[in-house]
């Protein structure tokens, strides 16, 4: 439905500009959170500026009421016949639909400036995460402006939570999952930011939880397990997380299935481990580590339980016996079936990461000494390699400049297990992880904290994984 709204004139004296506004606007639905849009921007209790830009002289500029959580935008230093409008977006900046031309008007004769009415950023009643942008054209020019992408700083008050919100603009509500389809990467997605819950006590976003588990908890083989037992242990590992915020025994109940389901994968072949998938073809690092942890995990929250701790204690003896933890204490991708022997295969980042977080955990549920000895001593490794932390700033070998495959997400599980063993160390990482946090804030960030792949810069571009693993590194710097 099409709402026309009447003219509102409202007008405001100023040494450079007469602004009269107009709240004429044609779109699809009005958003009224704390107030309707197209409400007069001369009532905003707050003005901040983050993004502005120019077009033949003229400034175009995105204003943001942070009390309320809307915008609105301006055109100045120019002549009758310019225009300037919002768009809105709530799949950060991909697309905005309906959500363009919002409060559409032009200067009128004698002004050199005009401005729109107010507009929400998000949708609270439908759960909408926005960011808005000002757009504006001269009258008498047909080419078109537009700043950068914005928004309020509701639920985005520190890099923590602004990150955990740039994650959400990228949560489908259809599906229930990050970008549309993100199975595995999604529960890391997911992981993140129930972490962020943890850390910062924001739970606006802990819808999130149900909405996932109840579009796709019958997907595939249900309860979260497929023929890749390292996603069904990615997933199993969220819902331990979503359990501990919630208290929903439905979780726990889900994540022990995913551990049975990885279990059922186990056999004698060279001397134990599970497979990378149902066809039983490979061993490797991320699922049997994956398995230790979930395991260990498990046991931590189910009083009496024996069996999910000799579970992860067994896998954490075979894991040993296979070499993949190197001379160097880098952990390589997994074994040869043939020699059953460390493949010498790449090191990831995430094999480190996953590997130190399983050792974490079973030291805390067995009082491993040891465990916790070689988690620090991979922790270290990981962190002063030149390989893998060039100038000290973690990065993946073949790091893409651009946001897509599996790799992207692979940091975020590598400093996830490494924030997981600086908390058991009492800070030995606290510089590493900040210095980190620090290099991707300053130069892998763009203006509504979307970060990309690169934490040493520059920013090209991003996706729910190199989302997911910036809020990751955000979550475990001190």
């Given at each position: 439905?099409?709402?026309?709204?009447?003219?509102?004139?409202?007008?405001?004296?100023?040494?450079?500009?007469?602004?009269?506004?107009?709240?004429?606007?044609?779109?699809?639905?009005?958003?009224?959170?704390?107030?309707?849009?197209?409400?007069?921007?001369?009532?905003?209790?707050?003005?901040?500026?983050?993004?502005?830009?120019?077009?033949?002289?003229?400034?175009?500029?995105?204003?943001?009421?942070?009390?309320?959580?809307?915008?609105?935008?301006?055109?100045?230093?120019?002549?009758?016949?310019?225009?300037?409008?919002?768009?809105?977006?709530?799949?950060?900046g991909?697309?905005?639909?309906?959500?363009?031309?919002?409060?559409?008007?032009?200067?009128p004769?004698?002004?050199?400036?005009?401005?729109?009415?107010?507009?929400?950023?998000?949708?609270?009643?439908?759960?909408?995460?926005?960011?808005?942008?000002?757009?504006?054209?001269?009258?008498?020019?047909?080419?078109?402006?537009?700043?950068?992408?914005?928004?309020?700083?509701?639920?985005?008050?520190?890099?923590?939570t602004?990150?955990?919100?740039?994650?959400?603009?990228?949560?489908?509500?259809?599906?229930?999952?990050?970008?549309?389809?993100?199975?595995w990467?999604?529960?890391?997605?997911?992981t993140?930011?129930?972490?962020?819950?943890?850390?910062?006590?924001?739970?606006?976003?802990?819808?999130?939880?149900?909405?996932?588990?109840?579009?796709?908890?019958?997907?595939?083989?249900?309860?979260f397990?497929?023929?890749?037992?390292?996603?069904?242990?990615?997933w199993?590992?969220?819902?331990?997380?979503?359990?501990?915020?919630?208290?929903?025994?439905?979780?726990?109940?889900?994540?022990?299935?995913?551990?049975?389901?990885?279990?059922?994968?186990?056999?004698?072949?060279?001397?134990?481990?599970?497979?990378?998938?149902?066809?039983?073809?490979?061993?490797?690092?991320?699922?049997?580590?994956?398995?230790?942890q979930?395991?260990?995990?498990?046991?931590?929250?189910?009083?009496?339980?024996?069996?999910y701790?000799?579970?992860?204690?067994?896998?954490?003896?075979?894991?040993?016996?296979?070499?993949?933890?190197?001379?160097?204490?880098?952990?390589?991708?997994?074994?040869?079936?043939?020699?059953?022997?460390?493949?010498?295969?790449?090191?990831?980042?995430?094999?480190?990461?996953?590997?130190?977080?399983?050792?974490?955990?079973?030291?805390?549920?067995?009082?491993?000494?040891?465990?916790?000895?070689?988690?620090?001593?991979?922790?270290?490794?990981?962190?002063?390699?030149?390989?893998?932390?060039?100038?000290?700033?973690?990065?993946?070998?073949?790091?893409?400049?651009?946001?897509?495959?599996?790799?992207?997400?692979?940091?975020?599980a590598?400093?996830?297990?490494?924030?997981?063993?600086?908390?058991?160390?009492?800070?030995?990482?606290?510089?590493?992880?900040?210095?980190?946090?620090?290099?991707?804030?300053?130069?892998?960030?763009?203006?509504?904290?979307?970060?990309?792949?690169?934490?040493?810069?520059?920013?090209?571009?991003?996706?729910?994984?190199?989302?997911?693993?910036?809020?990751?590194?955000?979550?475990?710097?001190?």
């Open positions: 439905m099409t709402i026309r709204r009447l003219a509102v004139v409202v007008v405001l004296a100023s040494t450079a500009l007469v602004q009269v506004q107009t709240t004429t606007a044609a779109q699809a639905a009005t958003i009224c959170n704390r107030y309707c849009d197209g409400r007069d921007a001369g009532l905003a209790p707050a003005d901040r500026v983050p993004v502005s830009t120019t077009l033949y002289g003229r400034s175009f500029r995105l204003h943001v009421n942070d009390t309320d959580a809307m915008a609105w935008a301006s055109a100045e230093n120019g002549q009758a016949g310019d225009e300037v409008w919002l768009d809105r977006s709530f799949d950060g991909r697309g905005w639909g309906d959500g363009s031309r919002l409060g559409a008007t032009t200067t004769a004698g002004s050199t400036g005009w401005r729109t009415g107010q507009f929400n950023v998000d949708d609270w009643g439908s759960t909408g995460v926005g960011v808005l942008r000002a757009c504006g054209k001269a009258g008498d020019r047909p080419e078109i402006a537009c700043t950068a992408w914005a928004r309020s700083n509701w639920n985005a008050w520190d890099r923590r602004a990150a955990a919100t740039a994650l959400m603009m990228r949560f489908d509500r259809g599906t229930g999952l990050f970008d549309t389809t993100g199975w990467t999604g529960a890391n997605a997911l993140a930011l129930v972490d962020t819950i943890k850390r910062s006590g924001m739970r606006s976003y802990q819808y999130a939880i149900a909405a996932t588990y109840d579009k796709n908890v019958n997907a595939r083989q249900g309860q397990r497929n023929e890749f037992l390292d996603d069904t242990g990615w199993g590992l969220a819902w331990v997380n979503a359990y501990d915020v919630t208290g929903d025994s439905r979780y726990l109940n889900t994540a022990r299935a995913d551990a049975d389901w990885m279990h059922s994968y186990w056999d004698t072949r060279c001397g134990g481990g599970i497979y990378w998938k149902t066809d039983r073809a490979g061993k490797n690092a991320i699922q049997n580590s994956l398995y230790i979930l395991n260990a995990a498990l046991s931590q929250r189910i009083a009496g339980d024996t069996v701790r000799q579970r992860a204690q067994a896998g954490w003896t075979w894991f040993k016996s296979t070499g993949m933890l190197n001379a160097e204490n880098l952990v390589n991708d997994g074994i040869n079936m043939s020699t059953c022997r460390n493949n010498g295969d790449v090191t990831w980042t995430y094999n480190q990461g996953v590997l130190i977080n399983a050792l974490v955990q079973l030291h805390k549920l067995t009082g491993d000494a040891d465990a916790l000895a070689t988690a620090r001593r991979i922790g270290t490794a990981l962190t002063t390699s030149g390989y893998l932390s060039p100038g000290g700033i973690l990065r993946e070998p073949n790091e893409p400049d651009t946001c897509s495959g599996d790799g992207v997400s692979f940091k975020g590598a400093v996830r297990g490494l924030g997981a063993l600086n908390a058991a160390t009492g800070g030995a990482y606290n510089a590493y992880l900040q210095r980190n946090a620090d290099s991707a804030y300053a130069g892998d960030r763009n203006s509504f904290d979307a970060y990309g792949s690169h934490w040493a810069g520059p920013w090209r571009s991003t996706n729910h994984s190199c989302q997911h693993s910036a809020l990751d590194l955000l979550n475990a710097a001190p």
